[in-house]
Each structure stands twice: as structure tokens, then as C-alpha cells.
């Protein structure tokens, strides 16, 4: 905005210099000692100046001049009543003007000081960037020309900011932060609020000038901002920080899962939040929570920030081939502070059908030679390959003679009839047939898949053994007795205790040898009596076992017993004097 | 054979002969463990009673050297009731006229409207299988003299080798297919201890009759018999065959 300037000056005597200047401006109207004002292109100034001693009124053209006397700068203010009327003066546009009263006499400048001067200034604001995050700092700097030497507030150029480019004059935004640069200082840095709303700014340059008016209105109300000093202005855009995330990939759908289990999202981290900002986290949906890193899981909203990772758990329905969806939303606000919500699915879908069909299982070998109308028992299965949470039946048919097929779950009671998850144990059992090499077999059943077990009862005699002691005769007599396996004081267990497949033991004779040496004899002998049942045929089949000789001397310790055909004889080799004797047992294997 | 009962098994073995007086069936009276150098009760072997002893060191320590702890020996007895050297796994064999019942208060086990009796002419008991809810199977018997002796820890005399006496001495080889099934194979055998003697490290000497070592590290049974003198007195290292038959067995 252009400005009129009118500073009427009339000038005191301010005693005699050898110059004779000593007409200068007033020290009560201008302080300091380069009085003066500047002024931007454009301005009109008509300063009227009074010199009331009727002399001329002089210049210099530099401040800093030595002898402000115009011979000096060799000029004089230019026009009657020194107008600067437009920038297209070359003059004015150019030149610092001091002015002064002449006496008219001569004699020394007593005070060369209060001298007043216009400057016209320029400057050009540079910002670092047009956007800025309301809470950070504006910086730039100005390139300028015109200001003085850096001493008072006057030789400075200030920035402030407007709400925007067509704001009237004053309504500064920045909260009344005032900047300035310097001739030797021109970079500035204009913090903002945190509260700053968004939008487009105004950053104004403006000089310094003093107050006044021009034909009763005011030209001027504030010394280092306004329209009327404004050099030059930029605007520069004022954004909120982004309290919203990227967006997220929960992952899935999870498909064909099992009834009424947890199952979870990927993993997922916040980005694009800026620093210091937090979103807001909520989750909807049946049997649906989230959690915060390695936090709880919640379904209460709860603030996140950049860089903390969300994960979803999501309960899958209790139906089948249904959908639970959980839905996370995080919501924040862009950089116009505009709300943004973020928000992705994490589902699961029940399998449509269960699987009811168990894994294939093995009830174990047959029993064979098993004795007639007794219970014999598989090995137990345990259940598994059914859909989670799937119960299915379990049948149990038996084929052959008073069959009695039965079935145990978890070791419970035998029965007929019962079902099963995975897991269950189960184990059957059958009565074998009533008659010799009858078979008897039992049919297993769970979710259509069979096994099935079978008892073979010991056959008639057909002559004649084959094999060694551990043979499989399928003839002969086979004993059992119920024996308590688990301790708990019943007998509940079928087991062989004699039969033709195995060497028995029988005891057939006892006694203790008595070997006597009267006099360090040897090859001493003993006799057992003769073994009933053992002759020269089967004397193979008798063994001997008795305590130890042993004898007091270090040498020839050999005892030997050998089997004669009806009896055993035991021989020491060598025998010190003395009587020795031994428990024996016969035995008949 | 004009009344009774005669039975053989598979390939003739004996089973019950009602006619061969004295000839009684044994079946299990007894298992445990009694630890070393403790007397056995007469509850678990009584010596009275005829009962027959098979043992094994409890121990299954796998050693490629020697373990003592894997002898079965015994080393005294009191009234015929035997300590062993070691730890003991014991399957003492009753015979079946001597056997008493254990459970509910009852001479049979299991009642006694049911199972197999088998007596002599004079009602003698031979077989009865009411007394008895095991049997012990027998899977080998030597003869006495079949191993030549010495020991796992001394090898025999003139610091023979571990194979020589292998060779000589191997009562048992574990079968299996895996490390572990020969182990439980090998834990499974008893052998018929009660003709053994021992008498470790007295005045730097060892002496083991009759006697047994249980390898887990080559899974076999041996048969250990020497005596080892005081060489300083240049008594040498002697050797001991089996003197009396060797019983291997198995608890039904």
C-alpha cells in the first residue's frame, strides 16, 4: 500500500558550527541520533521543513558523512518542499537524505546529530517452505536493501503474519510473534501455535516507521508492522499434523475353520502418524477384540501411535459355515484436519461340514489259541482325525458263537452302545468261541470306519509238536489264571501260566551234598539219591543246581556235578581235610 | 503208566508227570528287588520250603568298561536266606503243593470252583493252578563245566581278551532290533543264582563262583568264575567253570 508521508519539520538552532549548519531537526520530536524514517517505493513524502533562522536548508548524502555539509554530497534535497513523490525519483529512490538548517553565519556545528533523514528499503521474503506443520517454526530469510546499520529497532525490517492475503491490516495470526531482521542478520525463524488452525497465511515484511498522519488521518498506528510499511508479503500454508494411519492389511479371510475357535489377523503396524499424534482405535464385531503390541486383548477403544502394531482376534461362529467379521477402525485426521478413518476386515467363515470320519485305527493281532469262552481283550485306539468338537457314535457287532462284543471308552464300563471325540480311548473285547479252533471276531465301528478283532480258540490235537520250547502247538493244555495287573487288588487280566509252548520248571528232588576229605583228598565225590522219573531217555531234561563249594585252599578249586542217567554226581578235584556241604535241587524242565 | 497223568509239550517238553513221585510243578511265589548285601526273607526265598532262586542285578547301567553293579552274586546267606553283592531283581519259583495263596483270604487264589489239579496217587499235590497267577518260563540250561570262567573286569588268566572270554562265557545275547529293546530283552532274564558265591576285594583278592555279570553295553549275560590272588605272593589268576547246571529263565 502506498503511503503519503507528511512530517513537518521546522528546525532549531542547535548552535554554530565552523559550517554553519546549525539548524537541525528537533531533538524533542526525534530521538536518538540518526533521526530520520524510512520509506518503501512507492511512498509520497512532503515534508515541509521550516528553517526559522531564514537560511538554507542543507543535506548530505551519506549518514555516516563526516561533515554533513552539502558540498559534500555536492546536492541538495530535490523540490521546494523536498517531495519524494514516486519511486521513478531516481533520487529518492537512491539517496538517504539528511537535512539541515544552514545559520546565516557562519561558525562550528555544535551538533551535527539531529539531522533527519529518509531511507527507502526493499527486501524480498524467501521461505524455507510454504507448508508448514502448525507447532513448527516458519524460518526463511529476507534479502534486502536500504537498512542501516543494525543498532536501534528502527533500522530493522519485521515479519509478521496475517491470517491471510485479504485480511485487513493487524489481524496478525501468530499469536503477536514479531520477528525482524537486520541488514547483517536476515534470516528469521517464526515459531506457531499448536492450536494454529489450517489454512493459507499471510507472512508480511514491513519497516519501521514512525507514527504520525498526513491532513488529519493517521498514516501510520503501529511503528514495525502494518499495510503502510509492508515491503512485501508471501503466503505459506499451515497444516495440522496427520493423526491418521496407512492403510492396514488384517489378512484372511480365514476359511473353512473349525467351530467357535480364536483365530488372529496379521500383525499390523501404524504408519504415516505423525509424530506426537494418536489415533483412535476401535473394533466391531461378534467375538472380535484387538490388542496393542503386547498388550490385552479388548474391544475398548484405546489411542495408538506410529510404529505400534495392532493384531485381531477374531472367534469363529459357534455355527456351521458362518461369518464372524471383525472390523478395526482407526481414525484420525489429515493435515486439513479433516477426519480420516482406516479401517479393514478380518473375517472367519465355519467350515461348511464337519469331518465325521475318524483315522483309520488298529484293534491288534488275534489272539490265537486262546482258550475257549474266555474273555479276550484288544489293544486300545485312541480316537482322532474328527472335526474339532465332532461327537460320533461308536457300533459294535460280533461275528461267531456266544460273540458278547463289547467296547470300553476312557477304561470305562464295557458296553454296546457310546460315543466318542478325539481323544477317546477305546477298547473292545469279545468272548472266543466255545468250541476247539473256533474263532470268534468282533466288527469296531466310529464315523464308518472299522477294525475288527479276533479270537481263535486252541484247536484239537493233530500229533506231533514241531518247534523248539517257545513253539506254537496248537494242542497240548493250556492253564490260565486271572492275574491283577494294575495293583488294585482285583484280578482283571487273563494270562497263560502253563501250557506246551513253554518250559516249565518242576521240582523233583532237594538235598545237601556232603563232601568229606580226610586227608587233603581229591577227585571227592557225592552221590544224590536216585531222581524219580530220571532215566538213561530223558536224563537231558533233569538239571541240577546247588550252593557253592568253595574251598579254603588257593589251589585246584574245580567242582564239577555231572548227570549220570538216574542221578548226579558231584566231584571236587582236590578237598583239604574237612567236610563241606551244599543245598542241591533237582529240577525237570 | 497205568493211571495218572503225563504231558509233554511242544517238541516233548516236560510238562506234568503224576506218576514220577516228588515231581512238582513250580510256579512264581515271588518278585522284587532287595537291595545289596541284605539277607532275603523267607517270605521271598525259603530255603525249606525248596523254593528255587532266580535273579538279576537290577542295575542296567551301560558301561564299555566294567560296572560292578551289574554282578549277580551272592555273597553269604543266613539260614540259607542269600545277600547279594549288588542290588537284586529276584523271581523266586515255589513249588506248587508248598504255595500258599496271597489274596482274599483264600487258599486260591482266584477261588476255588475252577482250574486244573493234578495230584499223585496219595493226593500229593503236583499241579494246581489256583496257587499261582504266574508262571517262569525256562529259556536255557547249560550244563555244568559249558563256560570256561574268568570275569568281564579281569578278562582269565594271562590277561586274556574281552573277546576270548566272551567267546567262553556268554550265557545270554539280548535280541531287538534297536539298543533299547535289547536292553528290556536283557532286563528279562533271570538266571538261577543261588549256586554262586562271591567274595569281592578281601586282602587284595576277588573270588566269584558261579557267578554272573549283566553287560548292557554288548547286551549279553556272562558267566563270571576265578579266583584272583595276591600276585605279589605269586598266587596266580585262576579260572572256574560252572560247577552245577545254569538255568536262564523268564517270568510269564
Known amino acids: ?8 519539520i521546522t528546525l532549531e538552532y542547535d548552535g554554530v558550527d565552523n559550517l554553519g549548519y546549525s539548524y537541525v531537526a528537533p531533538s524533542t520530536t526525534y530521538t536518538g541520533t540518526q533521526l530520520g524514517m524510512y520509506f518503501k517505493a512507492g511512498d509520497t513524502i512532503s515534508n515541509t521543513i521550516t528553517n526559522p533562522s531564514g537560511g538554507n536548508i542543507g543535506d548530505v548524502a551519506a549518514n555516516a558523512a563526516a561533515n554533513p555539509d552539502p558540498s559534500n554530497s555536492g546536492a541538495l534535497p530535490p523540490g521546494s518542499t523536498y517531495t519524494a513523490s514516486t519511486d521513478s525519483s531516481a533520487v529518492w529512490a537512491t539517496t538517504t537524505w539528511l537535512i539541515f538548517g544552514r545559520n546565516t553565519s557562519s561558525g562550528n556545528p555544535a551538533d551535527r546529530s539531529n539531522r533527519f533523514w529518509w531511507q527507502r528499503v526493499s527486501g524480498t521474503i524467501s521461505l524455507d517452505s510454504s507448508t508448514i506443520t502448525r507447532g513448527a517454526n516458519l524460518t526463511g530469510s529476507v534479502s534486502q536493501s536500504g537498512l542501516l546499520s543494525p543498532g536501534l529497532n528502527s533500522h530493522r525490517l519485521y515479519l509478521l503474519t496475517w491470517t491471510s492475503a485479504t485480511t485487513p491490516d493487524f489481524t496478525y495470526a501468530n499469536g503477536g510473534s514479531l520477528a525482524s531482521i537486520t541488514s547483517s542478520s536476515t534470516s528469521f525463524s517464526i515459531s506457531t501455535p499448536t492450536n494454529m488452525p489450517p489454512g493459507t497465511y499471510e507472512l508480511v515484511l514491513s519497516h519501521y516507521a514512525p507514527t504520525g498522519s498526513n491532513g488529519g488521518a493517521a498514516y501510520q498506528t503501529n511503528n514495525f508492522w502494518g499495510r503502510n510499511q509492508q515491503v512485501h508479503s508471501v503466503t505459506y500454508t499451515v497444516q495440522q499434523p496427520r493423526s491418521y494411519p496407512d492403510q492396514y492389511e488384517l489378512g484372511g479371510p480365514t476359511t473353512n475353520t473349525a467351530l467357535s475357535t480364536k483365530y488372529y489377523s496379521n500383525t499390523v503396524t501404524m504408519a504415516g502418524i505423525d509424530s506426537g499424534e494418536t489415533a483412535t482405535v476401535s473394533i466391531s464385531g461378534t467375538n472380535s477384540k484387538y490388542k496393542i503390541g503386547s498388550g490385552s486383548y479388548t474391544t475398548a477403544d484405546s489411542q495408538i501411535s506410529n510404529g505400534q502394531t495392532i493384531t485381531v482376534e477374531n472367534e469363529s461362529n459357534s455355527s456351521l459355515n458362518s461369518t464372524n467379521v471383525a472390523t478395526l477402525t482407526v481414525t484420525g485426521q489429515n493435515n486439513s484436519g479433516a477426519t480420516v478413518v482406516v479401517t479393514d476386515t478380518f473375517t472367519t467363515t465355519t467350515t461348511s461340514s464337519e469331518d465325521t470320519t475318524p483315522n483309520a485305527f488298529d484293534l491288534g493281532d488275534s489272539a490265537t489259541n486262546v482258550v475257549a469262552s474266555t474273555t479276550q481283550y484288544s489293544d486300545t485306539i485312541t480316537v482322532a482325525g474328527l472335526g474339532s468338537g465332532v461327537t460320533t457314535a461308536v457300533t459294535i457287532a460280533g461275528t461267531g458263537t456266544t460273540v458278547n462284543p463289547q467296547f470300553s471308552i476312557n477304561s470305562g464300563t464295557y458296553g454296546t452302545s457310546g460315543s466318542v471325540d478325539n481323544g477317546d480311548t477305546v477298547r473292545t473285547r469279545l468272548t472266543s468261541s466255545n468250541t476247539p479252533g473256533g474263532t470268534n471276531f468282533l466288527t469296531l465301528s466310529i464315523g464308518g470306519v472299522s477294525d475288527t478283532f479276533t479270537a481263535v480258540t486252541a484247536g484239537a490235537g493233530t500229533g506231533g509238536g514241531t518247534g523248539g520250547a517257545s513253539g506254537t502247538a496248537g494242542y497240548g493244555l493250556e492253564i490260565f489264571n486271572y492275574r491283577d495287573t494294575t495293583g488294585n487288588g482285583v484280578a482283571d487280566t487273563l494270562v497263560n501260566i502253563f501250557g506246551p509252548n513253554f518250559r516249565s520248571c518242576s521240582l523233583v528232588s532237594s538235598g545237601t551234598a556232603h563232601l568229606q576229605s580226610s586227608n587233603n583228598d581229591t577227585n571227592v565225590t ?16 533233569f538239571g541240577m543246581v546247588m550252593g557253592p563249594i568253595y574251598l579254603a585252599s588257593l589251589m585246584n578249586v574245580s567242582v564239577l556235578a555231572t548227570r549220570n542217567n538216574t542221578n548226579f554226581t558231584v566231584t571236587a578235584g582236590f578237598l583239604p581235610t574237612g567236610n563241606y556241604y551244599a543245598t542241591w535241587w533237582v529240577f525237570r524242565y | 503208566m497205568t493211571y495218572g497223568l503225563f504231558m509233554e509239550g ?3 517238553i516236560f510238562q506234568i508227570d503224576s506218576a514220577a513221585t516228588n515231581t512238582r510243578w513250580s510256579g512264581l511265589k515271588a518278585t522284587g528287588t532287595i537291595a545289596a548285601n541284605t539277607f532275603m526273607t523267607t517270605a521271598q526265598m525259603n530255603i525249606t520250603n525248596k523254593d528255587l532262586l532266580f535273579a538279576r542285578p537290577t542295575s542296567t547301567t551301560s558301561s564299555s568298561t566294567f560296572n560292578s553293579a551289574n554282578y549277580c552274586a551272592i555273597m553269604g546267606n543266613s539260614g540259607g536266606a542269600p545277600k547279594f553283592l549288588t542290588e537284586t531283581s529276584f523271581a523266586t519259583l515255589q513249588t506248587t503243593g508248598g504255595a500258599i495263596a496271597t489274596s482274599g483270604g483264600s487258599s486260591n487264589i482266584n477261588g476255588s470252583d475252577y482250574g486244573v489239579l493234578v495230584q499223585e496217587a496219595d493226593g500229593t499235590v503236583v499241579y494246581d493252578s489256583r496257587k499261582f497267577t504266574t508262571g517262569f518260563e525256562l529259556i536255557s540250561i547249560f550244563d555244568a563245566g559249558a563256560f570256561t570262567g574268568g570275569s568281564r573286569e579281569h578278562y582269565a588268566a594271562g590277561g586274556g581278551s574281552l573277546a576270548t572270554y566272551q567267546a567262553g562265557n556268554t550265557v545270554y545275547t539280548a535280541t531287538g532290533s534297536t539298543n533299547s529293546e535289547k536292553a528290556a530283552d536283557l532286563s528279562s532274564v533271570y538266571v538261577s543264582a543261588y549256586n554262586s558265591w562271591a567274595i569281592p576285594n578281601i586282602n587284595g583278592t576277588d573270588w566269584f563262583i558261579n557267578s554272573f555279570y549283566y553287560d548292557y553295553y554288548y547286551y549279553k549275560i556272562y558267566f563270571v568264575g576265578f ?26
Open chain 1, 1 to 8: 500500500m502506498a503511503t503519503t508521508y507528511d512530517y513537518p
Open chain 1, 526 to 541: 557225592y552221590n544224590t539219591p536216585t531222581i524219580a522219573g530220571m532215566n538213561s531217555t530223558n536224563k537231558n531234561t
Open chain 2, 10 to 12: 511242544n517238541a516233548g
Open chain 2, 227 to 252: 579266583f584272583e590272588g595276591i600276585s605279589t605272593m605269586g598266587v596266580p589268576f585262576s579260572v572256574m567253570k560252572n560247577q552245577t547246571n545254569i538255568a536262564l529263565g523268564r517270568i510269564k
